[in-house]
């Protein structure tokens, strides 16, 4: 059965940083791309980042040049760290697991596995 549980959201001012980490208990952990999601009360889901098995990453431009995503094999963990972070950054984070052509990598419905989501909020 494939866990993903996130850690490190939290409350920050405009400007700060976090990084988030997601472990990932699966067997072919291997063979899956990882990504980050988010979604804000009313708002429709965004994808952010993501990360391919060989490390290829692909990132939405909203988050180009603040946010990097990346994964330490030996301890099953995707990290996205966040920096100069905005208000409009306010939003439960989540992370997802799956086999997903590189296409597809930032559209939510090509995962199946997801954490629970951990909460970000910044303030100005």
């Known amino acids: 059965q494939v866990q993903l549980v996130e850690s490190g959201g939290g409350s920050v001012q405009s400007g700060g940083s976090l990084r988030l980490s997601c472990a990932l208990s699966?067997?072919?952990?291997?063979?899956?791309?990882m990504a980050w999601f988010r979604q804000a009360p009313g708002k429709e889901r965004e994808g952010i980042a993501a990360?391919?098995?060989?490390?290829?990453?692909r990132y939405a431009e909203f988050v180009k040049g603040r946010f990097t995503i990346s994964r330490d094999s030996a301890k099953d963990t995707v990290y996205l760290q966040m920096n100069n972070l905005k208000p409009d950054d306010t939003s439960m984070y989540y992370c997802?697991?799956?086999?997903?052509?590189?296409?597809?990598?930032?559209?939510?419905?090509?995962?199946?596995?997801w954490g629970q989501g951990t909460q970000v909020t910044v303030s100005s």
């Open positions: 990360i391919e098995s060989d490390g290829t990453t």
């Open positions: 699966a067997f072919t952990y291997h063979d899956f791309a």
């Open positions: 997802a697991a799956g086999r997903v052509a590189y296409w597809l990598l930032l559209n939510g419905a090509a995962y199946n596995h």
